[in-house]
């Protein structure tokens, strides 16, 4: 938090208080002496997830477009939105909990088709045919064969 006045970026806290989701404090420039007040926001902001793509762009992550492309995979198969719902969850978690602020394309592809193998058969294999998109007959069946069912 830097001084206003002088921009040394030291200060001590003399009065805070809350007001709905912010904190309003009183400052104390540890060089100058003079005061000021900063509003800080409570919540915790989540740093913005990128998603590398397999050209090597980037795009944000989009939740709705993850859940729509697995909506495609499940339509009429035992899973339900809240399975769909609770993958995307993970992933997001899953990134914020290891402060990653990009995740490649191929990593979230992998996470779903991890969660959809546990959750049903067909439906993981209708996201990798999509997802690895398949260039040959043999490759498919050998990732059914993989498959313990
Ligand atoms: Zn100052």
Same mark, same amino acid.
Do not use: W
């Given at each position: 938090?830097?001084?206003?006045?002088?921009?040394?970026?030291?200060?001590?806290?003399?009065?805070?208080?809350?007001? +709905?989701?912010?904190?309003?404090?009183?400052?104390?420039?540890?060089?100058?002496?003079?005061?000021?007040?900063?509003?800080?926001?409570?919540?915790?902001?989540?740093?913005?997830?990128?998603?590398?793509?397999? +050209?090597?762009?980037?795009?944000?992550?989009?939740?709705?477009? #993850?859940?729509?492309?697995? $909506?495609?995979?499940?339509?009429?198969?035992?899973?339900?939105?809240?399975?769909?719902?609770?993958?995307?969850?993970?992933?997001?978690?899953?990134? &914020?909990?290891?402060?990653?602020?990009?995740?490649? $394309?191929?990593?979230?592809?992998?996470?779903? #088709?991890? $969660?959809?193998?546990?959750? +049903?058969?067909?439906?993981?294999?209708?996201?990798? &045919?999509?997802?690895?998109?398949? $260039?040959?007959?043999?490759?498919?069946?050998?990732?059914?064969?993989?498959?313990?069912?």
């Amino acid at each position: 938090m830097l001084c206003p006045y002088c921009g040394f970026d030291d200060s001590k806290v003399i009065d805070s208080r809350h007001f +709905d989701l912010k904190i309003r404090r009183r400052r104390e420039c540890t060089k100058c002496e003079k005061r000021f007040t900063t509003f800080e926001s409570i919540e915790t902001e989540m740093p913005e997830l990128l998603v590398n793509k397999k +050209d090597n762009t980037f795009e944000r992550f989009n939740r709705a477009k #993850l859940i729509q492309s697995m $909506s495609i995979a499940v339509k009429k198969r035992p899973v339900s939105i809240m399975d769909i719902n609770s993958i995307v969850d993970e992933i997001e978690s899953y990134c &914020s909990a290891n402060m990653m602020s990009h995740i490649t $394309s191929a990593q979230i592809g992998e996470m779903v #088709l991890d $969660s959809l193998k546990k959750l +049903d058969p067909v439906a993981y294999i209708r996201f990798a &045919s999509v997802y690895h998109d398949f $260039s040959d007959a043999e490759s498919f069946i050998s990732l059914i064969n993989e498959l313990d069912v």
